[in-house]
């Protein structure tokens, strides 16, 4: 079983709509992460939460939410998907140590028409 | 404002033929830098992780090396394969803040048979 999953893998949504993305993983991190990827511009960092009572936002927070609802459980929400949303989003985890290894889930390919 | 830039963006070799992708960076101060593999479609993973007082480090076909002084790194790929196709994402970490992690956009290599 993998380490780090995610779901859906794939999502095609409207415009407007709440989209709910979730991660869990069994590697018992307490970090975990989440990322948006889009052509040329690489991975940039949406929140991260170091463990189930902290949440913190990253580079590019605003139109998503996060729940830490477990140590092993992560989600993302999209309150009113827009356009540009549309986008490959990984989770990651990682143990405490500063700098440490990432390891990333499979991906979710989100498309908001 | 911390920043990791790589080259080349993108690039087109023969299989069985030796390359090098660049990472300079200007993070400070400097904990450790990694060079993630991305699959296409898939999450990335690591294969190497530098510190400061490391100056080449090796993982099978892979080599990377981090000239602490000037800021650079580079990931040497020796007789490549069909299978080396894929992303090569620089990650520099940070002392200090929350998070720490400045990503690079990658370069993104193609191995022709």
């Known amino acids: 079983d993998a380490d780090v999953t995610q779901t859906p893998r794939n999502r095609i949504t409207k415009t407007g709509k709440r989209i709910m993305l979730e991660c869990s993983q069994t590697k018992g991190h307490d970090r975990m992460y989440w990322y948006r990827q889009d052509p040329g511009l690489g991975l940039r960092l949406i929140y991260y939460s170091f463990d189930v009572k902290d949440i913190n936002k990253g580079e590019i927070s605003d139109g998503y939410s996060v729940s830490r609802q477990a140590q092993a459980k992560f989600s993302l929400s999209l309150e009113s998907a827009i356009p540009n949303q549309t986008a490959l989003y990984f989770c990651?985890?990682?143990?405490?140590?500063?700098?440490?290894?990432?390891?990333f889930g499979p991906g979710t390919r989100l498309t908001v028409l | 404002k911390n920043q990791v830039e790589q080259s080349p963006q993108s690039l087109i070799i023969l299989e069985g033929k030796n390359c090098t992708l660049q990472?300079?960076?200007?993070?400070?101060?400097?904990?450790?830098l990694r060079w993630y593999k991305q699959d296409t479609g898939r999450g990335p993973v690591s294969l190497t992780i530098?510190?400061?007082?490391?100056n080449t480090k090796s993982n099978g076909r892979y080599t990377a090396t981090l000239d602490a002084d000037t800021k650079q790194s580079s990931l040497h790929i020796t007789a490549s394969q069909l299978s080396d196709s894929a992303s090569y994402i620089c990650v520099v970490s940070a002392g200090g803040g929350a998070d720490g992690l400045t990503f690079g956009k990658g370069t993104h290599l193609i191995i022709q048979p």
């Open positions: 990472c300079n960076y200007t993070v400070s101060p400097f904990s450790n």
């Open positions: 990651a985890t990682s143990d405490h140590q500063r700098g440490a290894e990432q390891f």
């Open positions: 530098m510190t400061f007082s490391e």
